[in-house]
């Protein structure tokens, strides 16, 4: 490598063909050793256990959790950055994201020589994002705190814990499942928290929570 410094690299995305195009543009990089690529979360997080790379590439989807998950474990960890890569690019997923720890935030439309050049600039310091996520980042930035309506009933216990399954990525039955409940009990529970809530979505309700302080992430 002539003495280049290396950049050690994580991929963690589920679609085996954009993962193989990834690993294998970013590793012809002469500066960057990707260190693990793995298509579900269980595999990154054991990744994790031998190695935490410099950089962390993350899509939000997966088979068995949400990339937001690998996040907030990889950040546990210490100075490593996570930058997201995903399809989603709606206002909710991209603020949940920055507030779980990501450092940069791009779709997956973004040329791999972009994204070779936005690794690099988050390394020295930079915050790659692409123009949709900066949108809804400045947004929030330039918006007032917000605080909980004290006219608005509050969320019962039972559907915080709904909200809390959802947060960890976890679907209607899988939520059921570990709650104890049937699925047509969580279903009433989300018709309940969309009422409240004023809300539309899984992802919107849990990022309202948390900028309401309900929820903790």
């Given at each position: 490598m002539n003495g280049t410094p290396q950049i050690t690299l994580?991929?963690?995305?589920?679609?085996?063909?954009?993962?193989?195009?990834l690993e294998a543009h970013l590793a012809a990089e002469p500066d960057f050793a990707v260190v693990f690529s793995c298509g579900r979360l269980g595999d990154a997080l054991a990744a994790l256990e031998r190695e935490?790379?410099?950089l962390a590439l993350?899509?939000?989807?997966?088979?068995?959790?949400?990339?937001?998950?690998f996040v907030r474990a990889y950040r546990a960890q210490g100075t490593g950055r996570a930058l997201i890569l995903s399809v989603l690019g709606d206002r909710t997923t991209v603020l949940l994201a920055f507030e779980?720890?990501?450092?940069?935030?791009?779709?997956k439309d973004t040329p791999v020589e972009q994204i070779a050049r936005d690794i690099r600039a988050l390394v020295a310091g930079g915050t790659p994002i692409s123009a949709h996520a900066a949108t809804h980042l400045l947004?929030?930035?330039?918006?007032?705190?917000?605080?909980?309506?004290?006219?608005?009933?509050?969320?019962t216990?039972?559907?915080?814990?709904?909200?809390?399954?959802f947060s960890r990525g976890l679907s209607y039955r899988q939520a059921a499942e570990t709650l104890g409940m049937s699925a047509y009990?969580?279903?009433d529970h989300v018709k309940s928290i969309y009422t409240k809530m004023a809300v539309h979505s899984r992802n919107e309700a849990v990022?309202?929570?948390?900028?309401?302080?309900?929820?903790?992430?």
């Open positions: 994580g991929i963690l995305e589920d679609d085996e063909a954009t993962r193989s195009y935490v790379p410099d993350v899509d939000i989807r997966l088979p068995d959790g949400t990339g937001l998950d779980c720890g990501a450092s940069g935030y791009l779709l947004t929030m930035i330039n918006a007032a705190p917000r605080k909980p309506d004290p006219v608005k009933p509050l969320l216990r039972r559907e915080l814990d709904v909200l809390t399954m009990t969580v279903a990022f309202e929570a948390v900028q309401n302080g309900w929820l903790e992430l």
